[in-house]
């Protein structure tokens, strides 16, 4: 069975600091990875996939995670954290072949606040 | 523009009252799926249809009913709906079986009085 485990539900940096949020994994299979992003009032928008090919991934808005198999972590991490960057992150792992027909399993959420 | 348009955006319903969302993707998927997204709760899957058969319904009450004409359009029709129904409903399609995202709209936040 998959489970994806976001460490910490509340993070909260200064605008220009690192930005780092924790994602763990549990498959046994390899897995496919993403992370969205979710503002107040809106939709999941796809902010980066790991499919297997380069376990360093760069998305939209700075954004890049990378694929650790040895550790089962695919952390996100932005160097530099914006005011617009606040919202919900979610971790999502889904799993091809059989019946899932690519069933997403969700993370818990990390809500990251930004302070001026 | 996500590619997933969700109606309404809003509702607020009584529960005795029957109203429908409804969802649509012109990316050309196949499969698409209903989530429902409650305050403090992890998002649940509800439904998922691939070329319009439906795969998976994941213990819904039957007061929620699915709707899949064709691959790019789904509808979710509401009946007798209790207050803790009301939440954000998702939608979202994809490529069937392949590793490529699923593709989500902007929900429709529905309040039952």
């Known amino acids: 069975a998959q489970s994806v485990t976001q460490l910490g539900s509340h993070v909260s940096v200064s605008e220009g600091a690192l930005v780092l949020l924790r994602c763990n994994y549990s498959?046994?299979?390899?897995?496919?990875l993403f992370w969205y992003v979710q503002y107040p009032n809106q939709g999941l928008q796809l902010l980066l996939k790991?499919?297997?090919?380069?376990?360093l991934v760069k998305g939209i808005n700075g954004f890049e995670a990378e694929f650790k198999k040895s550790e089962t972590s695919f952390h996100l991490t932005k160097p530099s954290a914006h005011m617009s960057d606040a919202a919900e992150y979610f971790c999502?792992?889904?799993?091809?072949?059989?019946?899932?027909?690519?069933?997403?399993?969700f993370g818990q959420g990390t809500i990251l606040t930004v302070h001026p | 523009e996500t590619g997933v348009t969700q109606t309404p955006r809003h509702l607020v319903m009584g529960m005795t009252n029957k109203k429908s969302l409804k969802c649509e993707q012109h990316?050309?998927?196949?499969?698409m799926y209903w989530y429902k997204q409650s305050a403090k709760k992890p998002l649940e899957l509800m439904f998922v249809?691939?070329?319009?058969?439906?795969?998976e319904n994941n213990s819904v009450p039957s007061r929620f009913s699915p709707e899949c004409p064709n691959s790019s359009h789904l509808f979710l029709h509401l009946h007798t709906l209790q207050p803790e129904d009301s939440a954000l409903y998702l939608c979202?399609?994809?490529?069937?079986?392949?590793?490529?995202?699923?593709?989500f709209g902007d929900g429709t936040r529905l309040s039952i009085l």
């Open positions: 990316l050309g998927h196949n499969a």
């Open positions: 249809y691939n070329f319009k058969e439906q795969t």
């Open positions: 790991y499919t297997s090919a380069a376990t």
């Open positions: 979202a399609s994809s490529l069937g079986n392949t590793p490529q995202p699923q593709h």
């Open positions: 498959s046994s299979v390899p897995p496919y």
């Open positions: 999502v792992s889904r799993v091809i072949g059989g019946t899932s027909y690519g069933k997403l399993t």
